[in-house]
C-alpha cells in the first residue's frame, strides 16, 4: 500500500509560479514510477506530467513542456512539480498518483493504483 499526501496548492497570478509536493508513505517510493495528473470543473482528469522510479525518466504533456518540471527526491519519498509560467487554463485541482504497471503507461490515470487527494491550484488573469 502507498499513500500519498499533495501540498502547494494556492492562488497565484498569470505568469506566476508554484510548486507541488506530494509525500509518499508505505511501500517505499524509489521503486514504482509516479505522475502527476489534473482536472478542471466538467472536465476531465487529465495527465499532466511523469516522473520513473530512477528518475532517469521524464514525460510531459504537451501543454505544460517547457513551463512545469517533475522531478524527485526518493530519501524523501517526495516528488515534486514545479510550475512556472503559469496560465488561467492551468487552474485546476492537482493529484499525484503512483505505480503504474509500466513507463507506457504514464499517461494514463487508470493505470495508476494510488492517488492522493488533490490541491486546488488557481490562476488568476
Known amino acids: 500500500q502507498v499513500q500519498l499526501v499533495e501540498s502547494g496548492g494556492g492562488l497565484v497570478q498569470a505568469g506566476g509560479s508554484l510548486r507541488l509536493s506530494c509525500a509518499a508513505s508505505?511501500?517505499?517510493?524509489?521503486?514504482?514510477?509516479m505522475g502527476w495528473f489534473r482536472q478542471a470543473p466538467g472536465k476531465e482528469r487529465e495527465f499532466v506530467a511523469a516522473?520513473?522510479?530512477?528518475?532517469?525518466?521524464?514525460y510531459y504533456a504537451d501543454s505544460v513542456k517547457g513551463r512545469f518540471t517533475i522531478s524527485r527526491d526518493n530519501a524523501k519519498n517526495t516528488v515534486y512539480l514545479q510550475m512556472n509560467s503559469l496560465k488561467p487554463e492551468d487552474t485546476a485541482v492537482y493529484y499525484c498518483?503512483?505505480?503504474?504497471?509500466?513507463?507506457?503507461?504514464?499517461?494514463?490515470?487508470?493505470?495508476?493504483?494510488?492517488w492522493g487527494q488533490g490541491t486546488q491550484v488557481t490562476v488568476s488573469s
Open positions: 516522473i520513473s522510479w530512477s528518475g532517469g525518466s521524464t
Open positions: 498518483a503512483a505505480d503504474p504497471p509500466g513507463l507506457a503507461s504514464v499517461a494514463a490515470p487508470w493505470e495508476y493504483d494510488y
Open positions: 508505505g511501500r517505499p517510493s524509489s521503486r514504482y514510477a
